[in-house]
């Protein structure tokens, strides 16, 4: 399966994004997925998953009630809506995918990987 994320920007501190991961090659509903970011000089962190069918969901402490992962099946889509967007936020922000119904956490537990997209949020 290929992704293809989209949507970064920049955006004022406390404002909103979302990002888009398109999934093609494969059927999305057949995968887990993931949100991770990277920030300049530090590590790639988690940020959210999703089960294939969507019904659950699970967020790092760090954007909980601030970030929410959906999908569309039918869209082959997941999405990743920032709200309340801090400056701590920026980063390179990429969708993976592993084949399975549930969602995983860690960068080793996934297969496939999109090209990241840039959010910025200027303080």
């Known amino acids: 399966v290929q992704l293809q994320a989209s949507g970064g920007g920049l955006v004022q501190a406390g404002g909103s994004l979302r990002l888009s991961c398109a999934a093609s090659g494969g059927t999305a509903s057949n995968y887990g997925m993931g949100w991770f970011r990277q920030a300049p000089g530090k590590e790639r962190e988690f940020v959210a998953a999703i089960t294939s069918s969507g019904g659950t969901t699970y967020h790092a402490d760090s954007v909980k009630g601030r970030f929410t992962c959906s999908r569309d099946n039918a869209k082959n889509t997941v999405y990743l809506q920032m709200t309340s967007l801090k400056a701590e936020d920026t980063a390179v922000y990429s969708c993976?995918?592993?084949?399975?119904?549930?969602?995983?956490?860690?960068?080793?537990?996934?297969?496939?990987w999109g090209q990241g997209t840039q959010v910025t949020v200027s303080s």
């Open positions: 993976a995918a592993r084949r399975s119904y549930y969602y995983y956490t860690r960068v080793d537990e996934y297969d496939y």
